[in-house]
């Protein structure tokens, strides 16, 4: 049981380069999360997926996009990198939609560079 | 819109001490609030979470408050030992009915030896 994985643990991108993070889950969760996490800022969500075939917008969705492949997948893509995109990204799933007592379960974060 | 504000940043105590993070949220309608811990390089944890239909929950050093008047809430940290030394995140639901969290800005809590 691994929990939530994501890859690549770490990535350098070139502005304009596009890319896209994995994150999976085993815990039969229905739903999943992107947050990112800069320093000073705590983490901001940037697009969620309450259940497979849902997806909506989270704080911070400009210049991503996201796909729910499956109950258990999750992807989100920079389609052209900014500078501004460097930030840790940490793919998160948690049992239903309803927050009482719904512990969200990160993934180990992904560190992403753009230059 | 929704916001979490917490304070302090940085927090330094010395092993035995308690030390004390405080939040405050703007949602009337929030009605989770948990607490996460990050060590360095690592995924964040949850360590405690409460209900908006509770006041207090403790687990072992650990303890919340709520105060649904106020819109505010608190962790407690007794007798820190080093190993409590890492950044503490408060959030609170967005709303009564999702599961996402508006997170604050986190606090560097070092405890020395």
């Known amino acids: 049981n691994a929990g939530v994985t994501q890859t690549p643990k770490f990535q350098v991108l070139k502005t304009g380069q596009s890319m896209t993070l994995q994150c999976a889950q085993d815990m039969n969760h229905n739903s999943m999360y992107w947050y990112r996490q800069d320093p000073g800022m705590g983490l901001r969500l940037i697009y969620y997926?309450?259940?497979?075939?849902?997806?909506d917008k989270g704080e911070v969705p400009n210049g991503y996009n996201v796909s729910r492949l499956n109950k258990r997948e999750f992807s989100l893509r920079l389609e052209s990198a900014a500078p501004s995109q460097t930030s840790v990204y940490f793919c998160a799933s948690s049992r239903t939609e309803s927050p009482l007592g719904n512990t969200i379960y990160f993934g180990e974060g992904s560190w992403l560079t753009v230059v | 819109g929704e916001n979490v504000e917490q304070h302090p940043s940085t927090l330094s105590v010395q092993e035995g001490d308690s030390a004390v993070i405080k939040c405050t949220y703007s949602?009337?309608?929030?009605?989770?609030f948990p607490w996460y811990k990050q060590e360095l390089g690592k995924r964040p944890q949850l360590i405690i979470d409460i209900r908006s239909n509770v006041g207090e929950k403790k687990d072992q050093r650990i303890a919340v408050t709520l105060n649904k008047t106020a819109k505010h809430f608190s962790l407690h940290i007794t007798e820190t030992q080093p190993e409590d030394s890492a950044v503490y995140f408060c959030?609170?639901?967005?709303?009564?009915?999702?599961?996402?969290?508006?997170f604050g800005q986190g606090t560097t809590l070092q405890v020395k030896p």
């Open positions: 949602d009337s309608a929030s009605n989770y």
């Open positions: 997926s309450a259940s497979e075939g849902t997806t």
């Open positions: 959030a609170a639901s967005y709303s009564s009915n999702t599961g996402k969290l508006i």
